[in-house]
């Protein structure tokens, strides 16, 4: 077997460097289709027209066939590792080959995002032609070491089920929820409250029942984001990258989904269930057709001062509060919501011993209530004491088909990584917030409010209003604002003879050769005709707002 072992390897070495010959080339496709592109565009006679076209059916030819090449030896190579990988598992462990095996260890991630397959669904998953074209494209994009102008790349079908996997794997809360899978704008049907049936003769006329209907209306709000991959797994199989990927962008999302279910404020995302439980009255956003709206502000936040109690004291006073959740259109998905201090402390608060004096308590579920304890670590997000939970299956989760990602290497080429942005699309809200409840249990209000990461990528400059005029002694300028984003933002500004290169946008930080503007109205040392600065930063000391003038001083 050790014999066999070594000769696959050689092989496998042997195959990978004809691949990564055949890969080198692939540079030189995309140059020359950037070269054919232009020469379309220059293209003024119908001869030129002819020639330009029969270039391109003789680049496209060429470029089936070398593709064909690249996956058809890629699969060769897949082949011979996962007989490689049968052979060593069949072979007694020894020191040498615990070694080689740290050596692969990013092949090693796919067990965990397809751990469900087989070696040989794995491999036919990766084989399959949408998803081999795709991986391939990927790596080849990766390897170009160059700029790619907007290459966006729809994860197909049969990668989508994958990631879709992942992202409810690393969300605590959406495996609770009841989620759909849609397109477009849609309305969602939710049967009202089920009415009781008629005793009657057999053979007696049948009442009919009362039984409504209303809906509710779902878009499709996009969370998005990049990760970055170091190129050295661009260069691996085509199992690892696809492992990289899909955990990527699964985990990526599934943290900002977790957030808005809970805080979204539904304002291009989700609503959440602390959003839709402080509601005072009827959001204009409240359709025609949506259940009745009700207020529960008072009613399922609350406050209890029993902090200092402990065993039936502490959990009769918290069962009360906690059954104020009602399961109005579904039973499923109880959850509780906490920090892992909270956890512990409930847990703490609910030891028993049993026959034999040991020390027991349940420490996945809630003690009595019953329902899931999810553990969210984000003392920011949720306070200690705190609990936010209910009924999951009365929240509506609506999921958007078409995950798009693309990729560059300009961020980050000296850091050898690629850059990869992931997107998808999301939107929901409870449909009965009576099924979910808030309780901080140490005499505080719960906060109904979470601080979302500001969408700067989208955010337009806001154009400072700036006056220059001769200050009151020789040499000064008086510069005054007369209109900024907000009288709370810090000012700041630089003096530059040019503009040259001096380039701001929405979300820049400055460095410290910016001075601070003291207040609406500050004296500046300058020549005249400099140009003067201004920029206006927020809490986060990001640029929002800027503005410039030329500097007038006094003679």
């Known amino acids: ?102 050596e692969r260890k990013v092949s090693y991630t796919m067990e965990k995002r397809f751990k469900n397959f087989t070696i040989e669904q794995r491999t036919a998953f990766v084989q399959q032609d949408n998803v081999h074209n795709f991986i391939e494209r990927v790596r080849e994009l990766g390897m170009t070491k160059r700029s790619v102008r907007g ?39 939710i049967a009202g409250s089920i009415p009781e049936a008629v005793w009657t003769e057999a053979c007696a006329n049948i009442n009919e029942l009362d039984i409504s209907f209303n809906a509710v209306d779902v878009d499709g709000y996009k969370v998005a984001g990049y990760i970055a991959i170091c190129n050295s797994v661009l260069e691996d199989s085509d199992v690892a990258l696809a492992s990289e990927i899909i955990s990527a962008i699964g985990g990526a999302i599934a943290k900002a989904i977790d957030k808005a279910i809970l805080f979204g404020t539904g ?20 359709g025609a057709n949506y259940p009745a709206w009700t207020d529960l502000h008072a009613s399922n936040i609350l406050s209890l001062d029993i902090d200092n109690a402990y065993g039936t004291e502490f959990f009769s006073a918290l069962i009360e509060a906690l059954a104020t959740a009602k399961p109005v259109y579904s039973t499923d998905g109880l959850f509780w919501v906490m920090n892992r201090k909270t956890h512990l402390h409930i847990m703490a608060k609910a030891l028993a011993v049993n026959s034999n004096g040991a020390i027991v308590a349940n ?80 005499d505080d209000d719960p906060s109904a409010e979470a601080d979302f990461p500001v969408d700067y990528a989208n955010m337009e400059m806001y154009a400072l209003g700036l006056t220059a005029s001769a200050g009151n002694t020789t040499g000064k300028t008086i510069i005054t604002v007369t209109d900024g984003k907000d009288p709370e933002n810090e000012l700041k500004y630089i003096t530059k003879k040019t503009l040259n290169g001096l380039k701001l946008k929405v979300g820049d930080t400055v460095d410290s050769k910016w001075s601070t503007l003291n207040g609406g109205v500050t ?12 920029v206006e930063l927020d809490e986060n000391n990001r640029v929002v707002g800027a503005g410039q003038c030329v500097s007038v001083p006094k003679t």
């Open 151 to 189: 290459a966006d790349l729809l994860i197909p079908d049969e990668v989508m089920p994958l990631i879709r996997e992942e992202i409810a794997t690393n969300s605590k809360l959406l495996p609770f929820l009841r989620v759909v899978s849609v397109s477009g704008t849609t309305r969602q049907p």
């Open 267 to 286: 304002v291009k995302m989700p609503v959440g269930i602390m959003t839709r439980l402080a509601q005072t009255e009827q959001p204009a956003s409240w």
């Open 1 to 102: 077997m050790a014999l066999k072992a070594l000769v696959l390897r050689k092989k496998i070495t042997d195959k990978k460097a004809e691949l990564e010959a055949l890969r080198s080339k692939s540079a030189e496709f995309i140059t020359r289709e950037a070269e054919l592109e232009a020469s379309v565009a220059e293209a003024t006679s119908e001869e030129d027209v002819a020639v330009v076209e029969q270039a391109i059916e003789a680049f496209e030819a060429e470029k089936t066939a070398h593709e064909t090449a690249v996956s058809d030896l890629q699969r060769e190579v897949d082949v011979l590792e996962n007989e490689l990988s049968e052979i060593e598992s069949q072979t007694e462990t020894t020191p040498a080959v615990n070694a080689e095996r740290n």
């Open 523 to 534: 004296e500046i040392t300058a020549d005249r005709g400099v140009n003067i600065v201004v």
């Open 363 to 442: 420490t996945a579920m809630m003690p009595i209530v019953g329902g899931t304890i999810v553990e969210i670590e984000d003392e920011d997000l949720i306070a200690d004491n705190v609990i936010i939970g209910g009924y999951g299956g009365n929240y509506l989760m609506a999921e958007r088909a078409g995950a798009r990602f693309a990729q560059s290497d300009i961020p980050m080429f000296l850091a050898d990584q690629t850059v990869f942005k992931g997107t998808a699309r999301y939107d929901g809200m409870p449909i009965a917030g009576e099924a979910f409840i808030a309780v901080n249990f140490a």
